[in-house]
């Protein structure tokens, strides 16, 4: 069983049609014309119903090969999915790996033991209903968290590479580039120019 099945299509498609806030967090948008997901409340004029997929992570999502919105910036999207009702354990692994579990030495069998299970278990678990591993969790949470350092702050790489969970720049460059297939200077940059190019407070509309 795939961890999309999980998901309702059609109540998920309604929603993000909708831009229901109530539902941000909850599931992610891949758009499979363009291969990149959103939120189901991205600004971004919604894609046809029969061009999108739904995943219950970013880090599904980025397991099938698509790429973070830069509107609606996923890695910015509230809290633990409320379908892990189903799963306290995989909703308690969640929010453990969010806190940096994963990111300072500890393994898989560290965290499957915190939660009274194998590994072998959890790693189940999370493919049912987190559509990717512990590990593919933990790193898109590093890149998620490296990216809206970018975004919010003046950090030189380094210490963003550090304080986002990496043990070295060279695996913060390459984590980043898997994810938006750019290196992480190109995203500084493009902020920079964009903001000299869109004075602040006009609105932009560039998809
Ligand atoms: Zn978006």
């Known amino acids: 069983m795939s961890a999309a099945l999980i998901l309702d299509r059609s109540r998920c498609d309604r929603a993000r049609i909708a831009r229901d806030p109530r539902f941000d967090g909850q599931f992610f948008t891949g758009v499979l014309t363009t291969r990149i997901y959103c939120r189901p409340i991205c600004p971004v004029k919604p894609a046809k119903s029969r061009n999108v997929v739904f995943f219950p992570t ?3 999502a980025e397991r099938a090969g698509f790429r973070p919105c830069l509107r609606c910036r996923p890695e910015t999207a509230p809290g633990t999915p409320a379908w892990l009702g189903a ?3 995989v909703s308690r692994a969640l929010r453990l790996i969010g ?3 994963l990111d300072d030495g500890k ?3 560290d965290l499957a033991e915190t939660l009274g299970m194998t590994a072998r278990h959890l790693r189940r678990l999370f493919g049912r ?3 990717a591993s512990p590990t593919a969790v ?6 998620q968290r490296a990216k809206a350092l970018l975004d919010q702050t003046a950090l030189p790489m380094s210490a963003i590479a ?8 060279r695996r913060f460059n390459a984590a980043f580039r898997a994810v938006y297939r750019r290196p992480p200077s190109a995203i500084r940059r493009g902020k920079r120019q964009h903001r000299e190019a869109c004075p602040a407070r006009q609105a932009h509309h560039r998809a």
């Open 129 to 131: 209903h987190a559509g």
């Open 58 to 60: 970013a880090a599904a």
């Open 107 to 109: 393994t898989v069998d």
């Open 99 to 101: 806190q940096g579990f």
């Open 162 to 169: 550090f304080a986002a969970g990496f043990a070295s720049i």
């Open 87 to 89: 799963a306290a354990s």
């Open 138 to 143: 933990a790193t898109t949470r590093r890149v």
